[in-house]
């Protein structure tokens, strides 16, 4: 494996530091890197602040309880699906506000999986479990506590229209383990809720994704490098019932972006299992795979549109080796004819990923003229300057609530531009 490169990342811009070197792909750790940071102070503070320090124990005695693999995956079935909805309903204000921390917070959510994982890993039931049954319990966990078996819209008899939005963990957690991710709280905080928009009311439904390349490569039950993983799994059924789609990540400080163009290329950043990846993004059919795919959000509109107090860019800049050149060069206009990708706007990392591979899905389903869908990019979710240790801060929680109205509102600005044919520039 290539060294793990250190630098400034996309889908949050951050430098990372004292990355540890991942382990052996031969063995199978007993708990993983992202679970391993379980035990500093700062995700059982949030846990404890939350009241989600129960989730795990709970769910372990639970576990316990099974006389058979098939009553340990409805089990996993039952208690992923409501660390979901818990989550949904806490940062949507229903239900007790357990601990202190503030309800949008979508760092709960994150550790208690991740406590609920490390049960499953290390689980040895009297009846006997192979590794291929472990396998697929943590994938059902994986998919039930992200939302992504929880996609409902209602009949479209109802006039109403259907919104997908995706969110990720939080990432770059060795450069701070208290790190928050504005995209995933926005998913929390919109899932199932409806928004009025100038062509009636729209239904917004989301799911949270894994910062894991090898998820995007082929899943947790498929083998690494298959091409189709997580992403198209979940978007598949649904891209071609929704009115519009979006991917959400975090981006740069102090600024959105709706990024024009997605590249096919993974620039090699350490994932949040200190695994990087450096190659061509690996997909399905790579014969027919194109170097560039584009958003068909309504850039333009979206950019006009008042929706907050941070600014709102169009990004045009890629990054590329020109048609018949070696050497990499940033086009801030969009890609030239021929040329190889090695960053889109989103640059290099998952949340290029994740825009790439959900518009390719939309354009080999055939969508591309009819449904807009692309990425947004929100600000870099920031602590109060003087804040180095507190878990959160009155600054940090402002900027959090303000990125998620923001996504709301460029989202009703997408349909409403889109509702009036200005689905482009």
Excluded at 136 to 161: C, F, H, N, V
Excluded at 341 to 365: K, Q
Excluded at 398 to 419: E, F, G, M, P
């Amino acid at each position: 494996m290539k060294p793990i490169r250190v630098g400034i990342g996309v889908l949050g811009c951050a430098l990372v530091a004292g990355l540890v070197a991942p382990a052996s792909a031969s063995a199978r750790p007993a708990v993983t890197v992202e679970e391993q940071r379980l035990e500093r102070a700062a995700p059982q503070e949030i846990l404890r602040r939350s009241g989600f320090d129960a989730v795990a124990p709970e769910f372990a005695e639970a576990l316990n309880g099974a006389r058979s693999y098939g009553q340990a995956r409805r089990i996993v079935v039952r208690d992923g699906a409501a660390l979901w909805r818990r989550a949904v309903e806490r940062a949507q204000g229903r239900g007790p506000a357990a601990g202190d921390l503030s309800r949008d917070d979508d760092r709960p959510l994150y550790w208690a999986r991740l406590g609920m994982t490390r049960e499953v890993r290390g689980w040895e039931p009297a009846f006997g479990l192979g590794e291929r049954q472990r396998t697929a319990l943590l994938d059902a966990l994986e998919r039930t506590s992200r939302g992504q078996d929880d996609i409902a819209y209602p009949s479209r008899g109802k006039g109403m229209k259907r919104i997908l939005v995706t969110g990720f963990d939080p990432f770059t957690l060795d450069r701070d383990v208290r790190i928050s991710n504005p995209s995933g709280a926005t998913a929390l905080a919109l899932d199932g809720t409806v928004i009025r928009t100038a062509d009636g009311p729209a239904r917004v439904e989301t799911a949270v994704f894994p910062v894991r390349w090898r998820d995007f490569a082929g899943g947790t039950s498929q083998a690494f490098g298959s091409g189709e993983g997580v992403v198209e799994r979940t978007l598949r059924p649904y891209l071609p019932k929704v009115d519009l789609f979006t991917t959400v990540s975090q981006g740069r400080v102090g600024r959105f972006d709706i990024e024009r163009t997605n590249g096919a290329w993974r620039g090699g950043f350490a994932d949040n299992e200190n695994i990087g990846r450096t190659e061509t993004i690996p997909v399905t059919d790579p014969a027919s795979q194109p170097q560039w795919t584009s958003t068909t959000l309504p850039y333009a509109a979206i950019v006009a549109a008042g929706t907050g107090r941070f600014p709102v860019y169009d990004n045009t800049s890629v990054t590329e080796i020109p048609a018949g050149g070696t050497e990499a060069v940033v086009r801030p206009d969009g890609p030239t004819p021929g040329s190889t990708a090695r960053a889109g706007g989103g640059g290099d990392y998952l949340s290029n990923e994740i825009a790439y591979r959900a518009t390719l899905l939309r354009d080999r389903l055939g969508l591309h003229g009819t449904l807009p869908g692309g990425h947004v990019h929100t600000p870099v979710l920031q602590f109060a300057a003087d804040n180095t240790t507190e878990v959160t801060d009155p600054e940090f929680v402002r900027n959090r609530l303000d990125i998620i109205a923001q996504v709301r509102a460029i989202v009703t600005a997408a349909v409403d531009a889109s509702a009036t044919g200005r689905t482009r520039g």
